[in-house]
Structure formats: C-alpha cells, structure tokens
Nanobody
Framework: VQALVESGGGSVQTGDSLKLACEMI????????VGWFRRLPGKERNFVAA???????EYSDSVKNRFAISRDNDKKMVYLQMNDLKPEDTAVYSC????????????????????WGQGTQVTVSS
C-alpha cells in the first residue's frame, strides 16, 4: 500500500446514514487488513471496525449493529456503512491498513496498523 484515501464524510442528522470509502493505492492490497478509526473532538483516536484479508470483521461495542465494514479487493476499496448515526459519532474517520500473513485477523489496536489516510469529517447534528 502506498496511500489510503478516504471519502464520503459529511454533515447529517441524527438517524441518517453515510457510507465512507477507503481507496487503497498500491500493489498487493489484498495482503492487508484494513481498519477504521475515529477521533472525536478533543479525544484520542479510537477503534471503530476492521476487516481481515479473508473478510472477517470486528467492531467496537459503540457501533456494533449500526455500522458495517466491507471490502472489494478487485476495486481495492474498503467501505464503512454507518446507519442510525448519533451526535456522538461526530469525529474524523480514518482508514488504516496493516500487512499481515494471518488472513483471519482483522486487528483492532492502533499500533498494529502501519498505513493511514488523512481522514474524513463526519458531523451528526441532533
């Protein structure tokens, strides 16, 4: 992976949906697990969701059953479908990638990920 580019952020109302996209630029992107993290205003960056090379997923408790991560290896894209958005979801969302030989391990710790995008702002108003 040479770069990660996020898109799809914006301003929405409580209960709305957004779909974020992460484009992986480079070669052998199928060898990378990908995660989404978010940084709330004035807070540390937190794990949101991750998907392994084989498609196994993992979510933080705060977004489980509302968000869904998926990947399209042919298009070199990873998506984060966010439903039933709440004001507390307001944050800068970043995708991150990590090379791994373990096809089934998505990862969830920030320190595991080596490549990061610039982030996209999501704002949810009540």
């Amino acid at each position: 992976v040479q770069a990660l580019v996020e898109s799809g952020g914006g301003s929405v109302q409580t209960g709305d949906s957004l779909k974020l996209a992460c484009e992986m630029i480079g070669r052998a992107t199928g060898s990378f697990a990908v995660g989404w993290f978010r940084r709330l205003p004035g807070k540390e960056r937190n794990f949101v969701a991750a998907i392994s090379r084989s498609g196994k997923t993992e979510y933080s408790d705060s977004v489980k059953n509302r968000f869904a991560i998926s990947r399209d290896n042919d298009k070199k894209m990873v998506y984060l479908q966010m439903n039933d958005l709440k004001p507390e979801d307001t944050a800068v969302y970043s995708c991150a990638a990590r090379f791994t030989t373990n096809a089934d391990n998505p990862g969830r710790h920030e320190s595991e990920f080596d490549y990061w995008g610039q982030g996209t702002q999501v704002t949810v108003s009540s």
